[in-house]
């Protein structure tokens, strides 16, 4: 029994890991087309993204310290031990499960071409931002992310270029 709440408890704590990178896509964004913006990166500041709150952490938390607890006295005693080891647990649990999904993240504010401002809060990723940057805007059904800008394109260097590289 107690290597089941250990194991359930190793697996809450790392539900709380997953990270939202913006280098790493999800199957669905394969094979579909996105919308792509244009602007200037105004400002930029970090800031953190709160962890998951699946209530995993507070559930397995409280079965383990509410196990743990009615081992604790004697049969009057342990209903209290294991009362006040669930709540202990579940708070415990509750605090692992949100810190544990905590992730560093840039507010990035960007001026449209069409003079629009917009905020963006995504994790950060290996690009480098600073304000001045050239960034494109890629919007994706709910979703947008910000990127450093490719350089422009010729018209006539796109129409000459091999079909394989277009």
């Known amino acids: 029994m107690s290597r089941l709440m250990l194991s359930l408890l190793v697996a809450a704590t790392l539900t709380g890991c997953a990270s939202t990178d913006p280098d790493l896509r999800s199957r669905?964004?394969?094979m579909q087309m996105a919308r792509v913006q244009d602007g200037t990166l105004l400002a930029v500041r970090k800031v953190k993204l709160d962890g998951n709150q699946t209530g995993l952490g507070a559930t397995v938390g409280s079965v383990a310290g509410g196990v743990a607890g009615s081992s604790v006295g004697g049969s009057r005693e342990s209903v209290?031990?294991?009362t006040l080891g669930a709540v202990l647990g579940g708070v415990i649990?509750?605090?692992i499960e949100r810190s544990g999904g905590?992730?560093?993240?840039l507010e990035l504010?960007?001026?449209?071409?069409?003079?629009e401002r917009v905020a963006i809060v995504q994790s950060q990723?290996?690009?480098?931002?600073?304000?001045?940057d050239a960034v494109m805007i890629i919007t994706s059904g709910r979703s947008a992310r910000v990127a450093r800008a490719l350089p422009p394109v010729a018209p006539e260097a796109a129409a000459s270029a091999p079909a394989a590289a277009r």
């Open 109 to 115: 504010i960007v001026q449209l071409r069409n003079g």
């Open 125 to 132: 990723g290996d690009e480098v931002f600073k304000p001045g």
């Open 28 to 30: 669905p964004e394969a």
């Open 93 to 95: 649990g509750h605090a």
């Open 80 to 82: 209290v031990f294991a």
């Open 102 to 105: 905590r992730d560093e993240a």
